[in-house]
């Protein structure tokens, strides 16, 4: 009966999980500069829609987070903008349908996505590569 999985192997560590997915998430399209913590985006980014940016960078704003060069998660939409480079009047209405569709948390005006969303995130950004 050695062919048997104990409970103990589903422990994983989430955090660790959690940062291997961000990062290769925010990879696939942008870079974080190290010096100056703005969003360096690669060819991939530049095909993308105003949500699917918006999504990028608030991504690469929790990394920015985790790494302790920001000191909150949660951007408004003029920093959503500015980190992104989409209009500020594109961003209003991406966050609102970002947040109905679930990918996004609003938080008063503020917007983030949780660790726990991170990979629905990620499905959000490969649906129109398929």
């Known amino acids: 009966m050695s062919d048997q999985t104990s409970l103990e192997d589903l422990l994983v560590d989430e ?3 959690n940062e ?3 990062a290769s998430t925010v990879a696939k399209y942008a870079k974080i500069g190290k010096d100056s913590g703005d969003l360096v ?3 991939a980014y530049t095909e993308l829609t105003s949500n699917e940016k918006i999504t990028v960078g608030l991504l690469a704003q929790k990394a920015r987070y985790e790494l302790d060069m920001v000191e909150d998660e949660w951007l408004t939409p003029a920093e959503i903008s500015e980190l992104t480079g989409v209009k500020k009047n594109t961003v209003y209405p991406s966050v609102r349908k970002l947040t109905d569709e679930g990918v996004v948390s609003d938080g008063d005006g503020q917007y983030m ?3 726990v969303k991170i990979e629905e995130a990620k499905k959000y950004l490969s649906e129109d590569e398929s």
């Open 41 to 43: 985006p690669n060819d």
């Open 113 to 115: 996505i949780p660790s």
């Open 20 to 22: 291997e997915l961000l």
């Open 15 to 17: 955090e660790a999980l």
